[in-house]
């Protein structure tokens, strides 16, 4: 079983930052994929941002140039760092985590963002 825990969430001003962390229980080459989704309330889980084979990056749309995702592997950890922060990226974060053999998804608990003044 992997085990993904997030930390680094909370509260933050409109225009903050916020790093969240991605701790696995294993190593993160071990993964095909691993990034950060969002649920705000009312609405659909959606893809932040993600890294493929530990190299291509995706962002979503309503976040790119503001939020940067990146791997400590000798720490078994994935960041996203959040800059320039709206009221509108106030959701629930969710790390997650996708092997191949067999195929399979990990998520953790996730961890609550709220930006607001």
């Known amino acids: 079983q992997v085990q993904l825990v997030e930390s680094g969430g909370g509260l933050v001003q409109p225009g903050g930052s916020l790093r969240l962390s991605c701790a696995a229980s294993?190593?993160?080459?071990?993964?095909?994929?691993i990034g950060w989704y969002r649920q705000a309330p009312g609405k659909q889980r959606e893809l932040v941002a993600a890294?493929?084979?530990?190299?291509?990056?995706n962002y979503a749309d309503s976040v790119k140039g503001r939020f940067t995702i990146s791997r400590d592997s000798a720490k078994n950890t994935v960041y996203l760092q959040m800059n320039s922060l709206k009221p509108e990226d106030t959701a629930v974060y969710y790390c997650?985590?996708?092997?191949?053999?067999?195929?399979?998804?990990?998520w953790g608990q996730g961890i609550q963002v709220t930006v607001s003044s």
């Open positions: 294993r190593s993160i080459f071990s993964f095909s994929a």
């Open positions: 890294l493929t084979n530990l190299d291509t990056t």
């Open positions: 997650n985590a996708r092997v191949v053999r067999p195929p399979s998804d990990y």
